[in-house]
């Protein structure tokens, strides 16, 4: 069995967006909301700063000239660590019921975020989120009819996009072309079943298995880059929200976890809010920072 363990006891109320930074040896990560937070945490000296965010948080990346790209609700900001600077760059394309959340950056470093339509549980058919792409001063939106965006990920050769509509329990694949970052050929890559939770966030490792967080189950699951379940990792928590390698040899997996009240699937032993780690056997994929 596969031991799994507190990292940092982040308390956070929905931790999600993992990012290993491997020239600082550090994890990063975000409390969406309540409060809205970007975190950072040195393993080896266990120095953990915080930074308060004026709004929700969706996601941030580190960008190759330094600094971040952060999204907040209302669209993406610079943001310099070092002074707590942000400044505006792109308005979100959604309406203000839409709220920037879940991003991360393909192979050739460009910018990727989805959306969360806040009507959405209590209007089962919201639905006004998407997938969109940064294209210089612009957010293109390339896929439509989202509830909740999750699960976004690239696979190694970064030809194949994943993503999540959540609730729907089903994760799809695109086919992605690397030179202009065009999507085509959606199909479904996994499909969850009645009873086992639901699927949010994701990443992929150096043989381009998938790594799904299952939340309300307790899991994280495994799939082949054919789609094939390869195993499912229990967890002692119950709500897991993002997996990311990081590590000095990206061989440790840390997870975010949310303390939002879903029933869960399984009957947890430890608490929702810490980060976890473990070790799974495989190594994660470098991250491409953003290159705008």
């Given amino acids: 069995m596969t031991e799994v363990r507190v990292a940092i006891d982040a308390g956070n109320h929905l931790g999600e967006t993992p990012i290993w930074s491997p020239s600082e ?31 929700r948080i969706g996601g941030f990346v580190p960008k190759a000239q330094g600094g971040l790209l952060v999204a907040l609700a209302d669209g993406l900001y610079d943001f310099d660590p070092e002074s707590g600077e942000l400044s505006f760059r792109v308005p ?57 965006a999750n699960g976004l990920a690239f696979s190694p050769d970064g030809t194949t996009m994943y993503a999540v509509t959540s609730p729907t329990r089903q994760v799809d694949a695109f086919d992605l072309d ?7 050929n959606r199909r479904p890559f996994v499909t969850l079943a009645e009873g086992e939770g639901f699927a949010d966030g994701a990443t992929v490792d150096s043989e381009g298995g998938y790594w799904m967080a299952n939340v309300a189950a307790g899991a994280l699951r495994r799939y082949r880059p054919d789609g094939t379940l390869d195993r499912i990792v229990a967890l002692p928590f119950s709500n897991p929200t993002k997996p990311a390698f990081g590590g000095p040899d990206l061989a440790t997996l840390f997870v975010t976890s949310t303390q939002m009240a879903m029933p869960p699937a399984t009957t947890p032993t430890a608490a929702n809010g810490p980060i976890y ?12 920072p953003f290159a705008g």
């Fill in 25 to 55: 040896q550090a994890l990063w990560w975000i409390n969406c909301e309540h409060p809205p937070e970007l975190h950072r945490w040195h393993p080896r000296s266990g120095e953990h700063r915080t930074w308060p965010m004026p709004q």
């Fill in 92 to 148: 979100s394309p959604f309406p203000a019921h839409v709220k920037l959340h879940e991003c991360h950056c393909d192979r050739q470093g460009r910018f990727w975020i989805g959306g969360f339509d806040r009507r959405y549980p209590a209007d089962r058919t919201a639905a006004d989120a998407g997938y969109c792409r940064l294209d210089g001063d612009r957010l293109t939106v390339a896929v439509t009819g989202v509830h909740v």
């Fill in 178 to 184: 690397p030179a202009t970052g065009a999507l085509s």
């Fill in 277 to 288: 780690a473990l070790e799974p056997g495989e190594h994660g994929v470098p991250e491409v």
